[in-house]
């Protein structure tokens, strides 16, 4: 299994279970996670995001089990250095945006810009629409999500980028599945999937070929993720597709 979307680094209202590679890796690996992509929390919050991943290229150095994404925010001047660092010495796997965080519109020339320059150096972007849910921020950080119908905005006027809706709820998804499932460059993380049958219900709405497996661990459970795939009782071909199989495709591994 390869696992779209996880986290390292210290997250400034709670502890995580795991800050550092060796601890995230031991959460993933004894679920059978085989690769993993990660994108450092610090970028949320610096002022200059290039100096945690900075930080996370040499954290992953040696460990190629776990594959770095980019923390890149269009509003600072020298993003196109940055990605050209990422890219040229740090060999990322993908780019990804926060939009709330780093207070941008996608709609703007600065994101559309970098996403597509980022089509143009054949990287993936996810574009996270929450890292926690609303109800449990810190009472002078109210952050609120990154509304979906503003990324498949993106994905329908740039359709040379891949992009994936990190963190998306089930409902926001069920309702935009036909515009989901219309867009070829548009795919969705389950992570946050949560309702009864839910991973089942979204294969009828969207077709396994749209979903990719991610756990946001260390926020979540890694365990609450494989439930969500053992409980769909998927086919084998259909959890290859989801677990596997789409993401390398997106990728290019």
């Not at 100096?51 to 020298?78: F, H, K, Y």
């Not at 207070?103 to 994101?111: G, I, K, Q, V």
Request: net charge negative.
């Amino acid at each position: 299994m390869i696992d779209i979307n996880t986290f390292i680094g210290h997250w400034p209202f709670r502890r995580l279970p795991a800050t550092i590679p060796n601890e995230l890796w031991d959460l993933l690996q004894v679920h059978g996670i085989e690769r993993a992509l990660v994108s450092p929390i610090e970028g949320i919050f610096y002022e200059e995001p290039q100096i945690a991943n900075e930080m996370l290229a040499s954290q992953l150095d040696g460990r190629p089990e776990l594959r770095q994404v980019a923390v890149l925010n269009p509003t600072l001047a020298n993003w196109e250095r940055s990605l050209r660092q990422c890219c040229e010495k740090y060999h990322i796997a993908a780019v990804k945006l926060h939009p709330n965080y780093h207070t941008h519109r996608l709609e703007d020339s600065p994101a559309r810009d970098l996403l597509s320059a980022v089509g143009e150096a054949g990287l993936p972007v996810i574009i996270q629409l929450r890292v926690n849910d609303t109800r449990s921020h810190h009472q002078l950080m109210q952050v609120p999500d990154v509304p979906v119908a503003d990324v498949i905005a993106a994905a329908e006027k740039m359709q040379q980028v891949n992009i994936v809706l990190g963190g998306i709820k089930w409902g926001e998804a069920q309702g935009n599945a036909a515009k989901i499932t219309a867009l070829p460059n548009l795919w969705l993380d389950i992570s946050q999937m949560e309702t009864m049958d839910g991973l089942r219900r979204m294969i009828d709405a969207c077709g396994t070929e749209k979903l990719l497996f991610g756990t946001h661990a260390p926020f979540f459970y890694v365990r609450s993720a494989i439930i969500k795939l053992d409980e769909a009782q998927l086919s084998a071909e259909e959890r290859e597709c989801i677990t596997k199989q789409n993401i390398k495709r997106i990728l290019g591994f």
